[in-house]
T-cell receptor, first 108, second 112 residues
Framework: GIQVEQSPPDLILQEGANSTLRCNFS?????LQWFHQNPWGQLINLFY???GTKQNGRLSATTVATERYSLLYISSSQTTDSGVYFC??????????FGAGTTVTVRA | NAGVTQTPKFQVLKTGQSMTLQCAQD?????MYWYRQDPGMGLRLIYY???????DKGEVPNGYNVSRLNKREFSLRLESAAPSQTSVYFC???????????FGQGTRLTVV
């Protein structure tokens, strides 16, 4: 199956800093999502982005499908951005596979 | 419009007990999924239902059964709970293979 690797595994930021999270995948995909799991365990949809660039407020994402990676940008980070960020891609058929996540801690 | 609703939110079971986790969606989606999340790990697929009337195994199906009761509801059953099944369980839905998936709030299950 498709391997999904996220980096870095952990990220500590000072409030106001910018950061980039990376998701590499081992084969071409038609379906890629980014999620934020907040400290209470909720999975929040950030982007559905199989290709191209999208922006939502301080967050933006870019997927370069031909080069098999996606990037999530967090600008002017806030303490509410803390949590785990997951990317997920569709495997053959209907299965959605997740990376191991990047744990982000934003300090005030 | 509740989206994806899971019940219960928390459950403690004794080894060998059985229980059913419920998932209901009001998004009119065709596909439904059950995942488990263990500490420090991403989500792993247990079972899924591509459409009403079909179910298929995911990565970690052993010890679980599922029922797609109708288009709205997809249940996950543990027949004889084991401590290794202690986890957080998430239900998800989407319209088709290449569409956005939406998750419920999770069920935290502890087996003692």
């Amino acid at each position: 199956g498709i391997q999904v690797e996220q980096s870095p595994p952990d990220l500590i930021l000072q409030e106001g800093a910018n950061s980039t999270l990376r998701c590499n995948f081992s084969d071409s995909v038609n379906n890629l999502q980014w999620f934020h799991q907040n400290p209470w365990g909720q999975l929040i949809n950030l982007f559905y982005i199989p290709s191209g660039t999208k922006q939502n407020g301080r967050l933006s994402a870019t997927t370069v499908a031909t080069e098999r990676y996606s990037l999530l940008y967090i600008s002017s980070s806030q303490t509410t951005d803390s949590g785990v960020y997951f990317c997920a891609v569709r495997q053959v058929g209907y299965k959605l596979s997740f990376g191991a996540g990047t744990t982000v801690t934003v300090r005030a | 419009n509740a989206g994806v609703t899971q019940t219960p939110k928390f459950q403690v079971l004794k080894t060998g007990q059985s229980m059913t986790l419920q998932c209901a969606q009001d998004m009119n989606h065709n596909s439904m999924y059950w995942y488990r999340q263990d500490p420090g790990m991403g989500l792993r697929l247990i079972y899924y239902s591509a459409s009403e009337g079909t179910t298929d195994k995911g990565e970690v199906p052993n010890g679980y059964n599922v029922s797609r009761l109708n288009k709205r509801e997809f249940s996950l059953r543990l027949e004889s709970a084991a401590p290794s099944q202690t986890s957080v369980y998430f239900c998800a839905t989407r319209t088709g293979r290449d569409t956005e998936a939406f998750f419920g709030q999770g069920t935290r299950l502890t087996v003692v």
